[in-house]
């Protein structure tokens, strides 16, 4: 395991960081100021929801191409008492390129989604420039500027992880509880929570890449954007 610093900040003036942060305010001026709503917010709204409400604001299969054919599928699940777990796709019908929990309870996300901007940060301090940053395992995690801990990402998804996959196959948007695939884990941990929605992949350098969400209603700019940076 790579050496790691202790740091509870993470530096938003770091180079890679701000080359992917011109890409948001360029593309950024080009929206709507308003926000609009948006799946951020319904995701917002969880806490609210009960076991009746299944599946909801499911926008999979919109009438008109409203997102790029090459755009990134990001989707963000857990238990509500439980961590938060994000899982990247090129294609939500094939198996994720990404998948890591991430040291934060479902309900500190929501709670942070309340600011309507949402930023986390992934930095691995692997010093080798073999692997494609995506690829690094061991990452520090950041929500908002503020040091969470650290996640190792998934060489096999976990039952759960694979569960939520299937019964998301082919969902290239929407938010909502979807069924656990285990009743105790529902009675114990909470419903089963997820969003998923189209991302705008940016390549910044062979050390970093950003992911910002596509809103389906074209309002605002990104509400949640992923960073993965590998550190010098």
């Not at 509400?223 to 940076?229: D, G």
């Amino acid at each position: 395991m790579p050496p790691v610093h202790s740091s509870p900040h993470f530096q938003m003036d770091n180079p890679a960081i701000l080359n992917l942060l011109r890409h948001t305010t360029t593309t950024g001026e080009k929206r709507s100021k308003s926000s609009g709503g948006g799946l951020l917010r319904i995701f917002k709204l969880f806490p609210m929801l009960t076991s009746g409400c299944k599946m909801v604001a499911l926008l999979g299969r919109p009438r008109k191409p409203l997102l790029k054919d090459n755009a990134t599928t990001g989707t963000i699940f857990g238990f509500r008492k439980g961590r938060v777990s994000l899982a990247i796709q090129e294609d939500p019908h094939c198996l994720p390129i990404f998948v890591i929990e991430l040291p934060m309870l479902t309900s500190t996300l929501q709670k942070e989604m309340a600011s309507d901007i949402v930023r986390i940060a992934l930095e691995s301090e692997t010093k080798t420039h073999k692997k494609k940053v995506l690829e690094e395992f061991v990452w520090a995690v950041y929500c908002n500027g503020r040091k969470v801990g650290y996640s190792i990402r998934r060489k096999q998804m976990s039952d759960d992880e694979l569960h939520v996959m299937q019964l998301l196959r082919g969902v290239s948007m929407g938010a909502g509880v979807l069924p656990s695939p285990n009743e105790k884990e529902t009675a114990s941990d909470g419903e089963l929570t997820y969003m998923r929605a189209r991302f705008e992949r940016v390549v910044g350098s062979k050390d970093s890449e950003a992911l910002y969400m596509l809103n389906p209603d074209g309002a605002a700019g990104p509400e949640l954007s992923i960073f993965f940076v590998r550190a010098h």
